[in-house]
């Protein structure tokens, strides 16, 4: 079948388009491969300068990045989660100035995080709990083997996820002293599925481009049966003249 004009645009159309979305998604779940994307990434979100990422992990569908600034006052986390197509869209982070430790919970899930830069040394084991008095309150303990550290659990317990930090005797090191911020900043996405439906959007103009394209080129091109008939009127056309 000979390839039309417009059939040949018909199909530079569609790659133009499908180029389009794949730029679009991959600008909304970029690949986090290297050092420098993820401080990119996460420098464009919550905006501080000179970030620095400390922990990077990832668990059902969901990653987390720890990450201070040049200062090393700042201790954050920036959460991500999992595109249909491969990446990770950014979804919310919060960051406090002044704090040693952190903890949040992670998306929509049982998922909770606890991170820390600069840990105090004379702390080997912390226990997140609403009330160190009441056992039941307890969502999650471990322990700290180096001053910067990022651990995931998974707990059904939703109260306030307080941390507490011991000393190799058990005892409760003073919470002033590796908690200074007067508070967290918090950012957020809303529409995070908008992507998908922009994509969606993108990919129904090309294809209805694009069949228009393939749909004229199959108009415009001659069928080899029309050719035949109509060398055979002419064939009896010129017969008639000669007579």
């Known amino acids: 079948m000979k390839l039309t004009v417009r059939r040949a645009a018909a199909a530079v159309t569609a790659g133009i388009f499908l180029l389009g979305t794949w730029l679009l998604y991959r600008q909304e779940f970029p690949a986090l491969r290297t050092e420098t994307e993820k401080a990119a990434v996460t420098a464009d979100y919550v905006k501080p300068s000179g970030i620095v990422i400390l922990r990077d992990a990832a668990r059902e569908g969901y990653r987390v990045l720890t990450f201070t600034d040049g200062t090393g006052q700042l201790l954050g986390n920036i959460q991500f989660r999992q595109g249909i197509l491969g990446g990770w869209q950014p979804v919310r982070a919060s960051y406090t100035y002044g704090d040693a430790v952190g903890t949040d919970t992670v998306g929509d899930t049982d998922l909770l995080i606890v991170y820390a830069n600069g840990c105090p040394a004379e702390a080997v084991h912390y226990k997140v709990q609403a009330n160190p008095d009441n056992p039941g309150t307890l969502m999650a303990e471990g322990d700290v083997t180096e001053p910067c550290f990022l651990h ?59 069949k228009y394209l393939w749909d004229q080129g199959k108009m415009a091109e001659p069928s080899a049966g029309s050719a035949g008939e109509q060398d055979a009127l002419c064939e009896r056309n010129c017969g008639k003249l000669g007579e």
């Open 152 to 210: 995931i659990y998974e707990t059904d317990r939703k109260f306030f996820p307080a941390i507490h930090l011991y000393d190799r005797e058990g005892r409760e090191l003073d919470w002033g002293e590796y908690q200074k911020s007067s508070g967290s900043t918090g950012v957020g996405s809303a529409e995070i599925n908008l992507v998908y439906w922009l994509c969606a959007l993108l990919l129904g103009v090309g294809w209805l481009a694009v």
